[in-house]
């Protein structure tokens, strides 16, 4: 199988490939929709986080038909493979097909999460032979950094009342909830001193990592959790350890694949080696089955300058090492449904501090708050001050969902009878912050199967984007008139 670009919503993922969109750089892909939008004269408002709305007309025989909201976000997760020197600022996705026809990128996240939907949206849009309600395609910015475009959009400028949901594979199945969460921000003061001791560069990688919403139940190896996990060990051993620095990961929303600390010691550097992997060996047994690439990188380096003081050592280490991270909670009501837990995605050395992020989610308000107030109660013992940005809510099963209904019949008419899978998430959806909408909002989530997102090994199954385009257009033409 190629990649066939006669087909529009494939020329259009293409296009999307070539404009550099990761968070918080969306404003090209957003000029590219709004000249796309001239270009088939449509209605269109872009508001100044670069977020999009195309208004549609109805087709022939849909006029009397209440709006229908599309939507998908423009933003994608920047990951690349260790060693890879790529600037997603400035450089275009570079895909191939593999011989199971999964589109995939060279190196890189492929952004399928959510180009695909992006891309279903456009093709949809510049198409007048399809039989459509009014539509309203919305498309948002900073999702994968928080929903922060959809919180932000004036809800005023949406009038449908039903929605499907482009951000999210699977082919087969429907998302019927989500989890709501907030990143809490341990900011950690610390005083360097003079150094004059040898100096050691120690990393954990080959971690395979993932999405901390649909993939924190997998007991996956955290990085930042491991490699201070090793540093521990070292001074409970007797090793000496003066901390200089410690920075793994990017994307709070993405569970940690590598993690670096450097460190001055005076302990030798054979016994250092020898304990290094000892504890390697000993950690890895925990990971043979979920993460077997585990590995440890150590080496010596070029004397620092200066390296934190013993309290500022202990302060950080112990920090990360207490701190609760990945599964936390399932639910009682939902079978296999993960109901708690925080991924500590990124933390940083900056100047005097040290940054621990870590992105809270649950289903539930009250788990988040309690999660809070842990973090908050265990930084207080560092000297560390917390901060929450992002808050954003959940989106609670809807039984009587008349957009679920038409999905489940369609579906069944499109393959020989099978039933449409319900799959209740623990990531955190857009869905959710359009529910809040005066009148509510009725939402169905539909898309092709894409796995790996948020690392490199991210694919987009090409036959499934076939056959889900179609399930899509049928979905559309299949709506109610009215909404209840």
């Known amino acids: 199988m190629h990649f066939d670009l006669e087909k529009p919503y494939c020329y ?22 709004v000249a796309f939008a001239k270009k088939h004269g449509l209605k269109y408002v872009q508001d100044d986080m670069w977020n999009v709305i195309i208004y549609k007309d109805a087709s022939k025989g849909y006029e009397d038909y209440d709006p229908l909201m599309l939507q998908g976000h423009l933003d994608m997760v920047c990951e690349a493979v260790s060693g890879l020197r790529f600037d997603f600022e400035t450089q275009p996705i570079e895909t191939y097909v593999d011989e199971e026809g999964k ?10 999460d959510d180009g695909m939907g992006v891309a279903e949206m456009l ?40 929605m499907i949901s482009l951000d999210g594979g699977g082919e087969v199945l429907t998302a019927i ?16 001193q003079k150094n004059e001791k040898p100096c050691y560069s120690l990393k954990v990688t080959g971690l395979s990592g993932g999405h901390s919403g649909g993939e924190i139940h997998k007991e996956k190896g955290n990085a930042n959790k491991l490699v201070v996990r090793i540093v521990k060990e070292l001074m409970q051993l007797g090793k000496d350890v003066s901390l ?32 290094v992997m000892t504890l390697k060996d000993k950690i890895y047994v925990e990971f043979v089955d979920s993460d077997p690439g585990f590995t440890v990188v150590f080496e010596k380096m070029d004397i620092q300058e200066e390296c934190m003081d013993a309290k500022s050592t202990k302060n950080v280490i112990d920090y990360l090492y207490l701190v609760p991270n990945g599964f936390q909670h399932r639910s009682t009501v939902i079978p296999g449904l993960t109901l708690t837990s925080l991924n500590l995605g990124i933390v940083k050395t900056e100047g005097d501090k040290v940054i621990c992020n870590s992105s809270v989610r649950s289903a539930l308000e009250e788990a988040i708050d309690d999660l809070i107030d842990h973090l908050t109660c265990l930084a207080s013992y560092t000297g560390g001050s917390v901060s929450t940005y992002a808050r ?35 990531g955190g959806l857009e869905c959710a912050v359009f ?50």
């Open 392 to 426: 954003y809510p959940g989106w609670n099963y809807d039984p009587h969902s008349k957009m679920r209904e038409t999905f489940k019949k369609v579906f069944a008419d499109l393959y020989d009878g099978k039933v449409l899978e319900e799959h209740a998430g623990h």
């Open 177 to 192: 909830s989500s989890a709501g969460g907030v990143n809490v921000i341990n900011t950690i003061p610390v005083t360097y």
């Open 244 to 275: 200089i620095s410690i920075a793994g990961g990017s994307k709070d929303n993405a569970i940690t694949r590598e993690s670096v600390v450097k460190f001055a010691s005076e302990t030798d550097n054979d016994v250092l080696q020898e304990a």
């Open 12 to 33: 259009y993922f293409d296009e999307i490939c070539k404009i550099p969109h990761g968070s918080y750089h969306e404003k090209a892909i957003s000029d590219y929709v």
């Open 123 to 162: 093709a949809i849009l510049a198409d007048d032979t399809l039989q459509t309600p009014p539509l309203e395609c919305v498309f948002t910015v900073q999702e994968e950094v928080g929903l922060f475009g959809a919180l932000g959009l004036d809800k005023s400028l949406i009038h449908a009342h039903r």
């Open 435 to 484: 529910t809040q909408i005066p009148g509510g909002m009725d939402i169905i989530t539909c898309g092709p199967i894409s796995e790996g997102c948020h690392t490199p090994d991210e694919y987009l199954d090409l036959a499934s984007f076939d056959r889900t385009y179609k399930l899509l257009t049928t979905i559309i033409a299949s709506v109610d008139k009215k909404v209840d």
């Open 103 to 112: 589109l995939r990128a060279k190196g890189t996240t492929l952004g399928a």
